[in-house]
Nanobody, 120 residues
Framework: QLQLAESGGGLVQPGGSLRLSCVGS????????VGWFRQAPGKEREGVSC????????TYLDSAKGRFTISRDNAKSTVYLQMNSLKPEDTAVYYC?????????????WGQGTQVTVSS
């Protein structure tokens, strides 16, 4: 059974950067596509980015393009989300999730989330 754990969230000023990490355990993470999602208070959860397992094809939410970068280190069973030029509207709980493909509508494995707060 694959288990995921996020870390790296925190409080940062607008324009700052954070790097989120998603560590997989219990199964080989390189077999899975891994996505990052976020949910802000009063809003529905939205997909931020995803990276495929085989060719590491990446996708991004339009508002994240040019600012966020997803990557993976299979040797460390870890997927990262580098977030630069953060804006207050990026404030949310960020989750990572894994399944067979990025197009999967309902990911099977989820972490518990990490809070990202962008405020001055």
């Amino acid at each position: 059974q694959l288990q995921l754990a996020e870390s790296g969230g925190g409080l940062v000023q607008p324009g700052g950067s954070l790097r989120l990490s998603c560590v997989g355990s219990g199964f080989t993470l390189d077999y899975y596509a891994v996505g990052w999602f976020r949910q802000a208070p009063g809003k529905e959860r939205e997909g931020v980015s995803c990276i495929s397992s085989e060719f590491e094809i990446t996708t991004y939410l339009d508002s994240a393009k040019g600012r966020f970068t997803i990557s993976r280190d299979n040797a460390k069973s870890t997927v990262y989300l580098q977030m630069n030029s953060l804006k207050p509207e990026d404030t949310a709980v960020y989750y990572c999730a894994a399944d067979s493909w990025c197009s999967q509508p309902n990911f099977g494995a989820w972490g518990q989330g990490t809070q990202v707060t962008v405020s001055s």
